[in-house]
């Protein structure tokens, strides 16, 4: 089971760390990634991370930083400079075993998370 967690409501500008928990369920074999939806719109894809390769999103470069702490099992993302635009319920999600250019494809990961609401502000 996963969890994202530490979601909430910040100014534009602000940081913000998610943190993606793992309960019965191992995280550091796997790729995780980290989507995130508004509604009326597609699952989109933010960030990535597996055998020490991160992927990001090119609205999100820069700006936010997916790490892992494999002996918490558990995978977080750090967003700086967060943006209106950023808003958005965000998941983590394990990944199926997959090529890296597929990273952005929900279909591709087996397990998901229960999103937490990031709300930024301007």
């Known amino acids: 089971q996963l969890q994202a967690s530490w979601g909430g409501l910040v100014q534009a500008g602000d940081p913000l760390r998610l943190s993606c928990a793992a309960s019965?369920?191992?995280?550091?074999?796997?790729?995780i990634g980290w989507f995130r939806q508004v509604p009326g719109k597609e699952r989109e894809g933010v960030s990535f991370i597996n055998v020490g390769r991160k992927f990001y999103a090119d609205a999100v470069k820069g700006r936010f930083t997916i790490s892992r702490d494999n002996a918490k099992n558990t995978v977080y993302l750090q967003m700086n400079s967060l943006k209106p635009e950023d808003t958005a319920v965000y998941y983590c999600a394990r990944a199926a075993r997959l090529p890296f250019s597929l990273w952005r494809a929900p279909p591709n990961y087996a397990y998901w998370g229960q999103g937490t609401q990031v709300t930024v502000s301007s």
């Open positions: 019965g369920l191992a995280l550091d074999d796997y790729g």
